[in-house]
């Protein structure tokens, strides 16, 4: 970076000080790569650059000269307010949020991708009409019959089978509901950042 030893303006490049230094002297022509030496005639200066440090909210400092003459870059390290704490743990906690609800997502539709959109929309109506036959064989069931007739199935096997499906999908989308749900409870309690960024599926 470079720094007017003047104004204490800064430029993060050479060519952004040769900039400051066409527009204080308009005509001025310089060359293509005019050398750091050239460029201290007009008061700017390359400043050493040095690592920044960690810190809840850092920031870069003026440069300043030391005993030697030497330009040197400073950084300002502070710690989060009570107001930046609380809005850095809100974010997270949304951020942990989101990552929740997208694997509690994708581990369903692992199931129900084998499955078309349009024959899931059935589940419901396919499990109350099995559970009613079971309960009362003269139960009405429609769509049961139009499947059973169409896959030419014997009714009471095709009752069977959409409840031992319903029951599995009970279990399956219950046990992840439920971990859903008690990681959602886990990001609402949790009072540092640290514990939420460690809360994952």
Known sequence: ???????????????????????????L???????NASLEAYNWFR??????????VVTQGQPEQDSEGVWRQTWEVRDYT??????????AKADAQRRVDDEYEAEL????????NAETKTWDKQESEARAYQADSS????LIDAIATARDMDKAELVQRVI??????????????????ALEDAIASADTFETVEAISW
Do not use: C, F, H
Not at 10 to 20: C, N, R, S
Not at 109 to 116: F, K, R
């Open 47 to 56: 400043a050493v650059e040095t690592d920044k440090p960690t810190g809840d």
């Open 164 to 181: 031992a499906k319903a029951d599995a999908w009970i279990a399956l989308s219950g046990a992840a509901t439920g971990k859903r749900q």
């Open 29 to 35: 022509v310089l060359p293509r790569d005019p050398s």
């Open 1 to 27: 970076m470079y720094i007017n030893s003047k104004t204490l303006q800064t430029a993060p490049t050479k060519a952004g000080a040769i900039a400051y230094i066409k527009d204080d002297w308009p005509g």
């Open 139 to 142: 139960a009405p069931t429609p």
């Open 109 to 116: 539709n692992a199931i129900l991708s084998d499955y078309p």
């Open 82 to 91: 009570a107001e930046e704490d609380a809005a850095q743990l809100a974010s």
